[in-house]
């Protein structure tokens, strides 16, 4: 027969006890954690964009350089629930009321972006920012705390272009017809949710966006490894992001028009989640094929093929009304 130390089997059955318990209050704060993470990322949409853009507040204007065809001007806007979103603004140096558009392609890109947009005819060009006032470049282990701080300034994407609609609409160098909504990259997924909600747009312009972000996410992972780790990655990120999912917003442009323009030849957006968004709205839509690789800022000749296309795109806009 085994024999113990003296004072073993107490031993063993307090270690057994206290492991029960410490099991238990693992569940318990994983249960809690669980929870208010749940209420964290709790987001009622479509409701919960318009209550977080509230009013137009304040606007802070301050002229800079401009070119012989556009003023330019520095914009501030501030929303009564107490935040703000930078941009830059383009004006037609002859008077007269003309018609607008907004366009967003990143963080602190409003200026780039608005002055990237040459229309054939005049518009009002409004540059946003993202409303993010964080660091643009954050390493994996700065980005993972504050992912949720990220995550509520993409939500805070759309109500600042409703804000930005509620600024054009004071001017009275702008017509009544509404704004051409321009997206690039990223925030071609962010406009297609703005332009689906609000009523006020005119023509939604998608360039190199798509629908899914689960597999738009996994496309740009690739240095994940393994397979596995990264799928979960692109899921937890797609969940996170479900608010702002184009697919569930692309039907309600219409009756304005859809337009998508994509490169046949791009790695960060598959074809697979283009055709998604285009299948996903309702026409009037259009999809322009472009036999090129993603857009990028450091590819000067491949950015202005791009910006070619829209360019025709929105002198065909303007042609149709």
């Known amino acids: 027969m085994a024999t113990h130390p003296t004072g073993a089997g107490p031993v063993r059955r307090r270690i057994r006890r206290y492991g029960r318990w410490a099991a238990v209050v693992v569940l318990v704060a ?7 993470l749940q209420r964290a990322i709790s987001f009622d949409a479509p409701e919960e964009f318009w ?3 509230g009013d137009l ?4 204007i301050r002229p800079v350089d401009g070119d012989s065809l556009y003023e330019a001007f520095h914009v501030e806007l501030a929303s009564s629930v107490g935040w703000r979103v930078r941009g830059h603004l383009r004006v ?12 967003i392609g990143g963080v602190n890109t409003g200026r780039m972006a608005a002055e990237l947009i040459n229309p054939e ?3 009002v060009i409004l540059g946003l920012d993202y409303p993010w006032e964080g660091s643009t470049e954050l390493t994996w282990w700065e980005f993972l705390p504050r992912v949720l701080a990220v995550r509520h300034a993409m939500l805070l994407t759309p109500p600042a272009i409703f804000l930005a609609i509620d600024y054009l609409q004071t001017r009275q160098d702008v017509d009544a017809s509404g704004p051409v909504l321009v997206g690039a990259s990223f925030g071609a997924q962010l406009i297609t949710v703005a332009g689906a909600l609000d009523e006020r747009a005119g023509t939604v312009l998608s360039i190199y966006g798509g629908g899914d972000y689960a597999a738009i996410l996994e496309a740009n992972l690739k240095d994940v490894k393994p397979a596995l780790l990264r799928r979960l990655v692109a899921r937890t990120g797609a969940w996170l992001l479900a608010p702002v ?5 692309a039907s309600l442009i219409a009756p304005r028009p859809l337009i998508i323009i994509n490169g046949s030849r791009d790695d960060r957006v598959p074809l697979a989640c283009v055709e998604a968004l285009y299948d996903a709205a309702q026409e009037p839509k259009q999809l322009v094929w472009l036999d090129e ?5 450091r590819d000067p000749a491949l950015l202005g ?8 795109a929105l002198a065909r806009h303007a042609e149709s009304e």
Do not use: F, M, N
């Open 121 to 123: 005819r005049p518009y």
């Open 30 to 36: 994983v249960a809690v954690a669980a929870v208010l």
């Open 293 to 297: 690789g993603h857009i990028s800022s």
């Open 305 to 312: 093929r791009v910006l070619d296309a829209a360019t025709r």
């Open 92 to 103: 037609p140096r002859r008077a007269g009321r003309w018609p607008s558009i907004i366009v």
């Open 57 to 60: 507040a304040a606007v802070e």
């Open 245 to 249: 999912e184009p697919l569930d917003y």
């Open 51 to 53: 209550q977080q853009k």
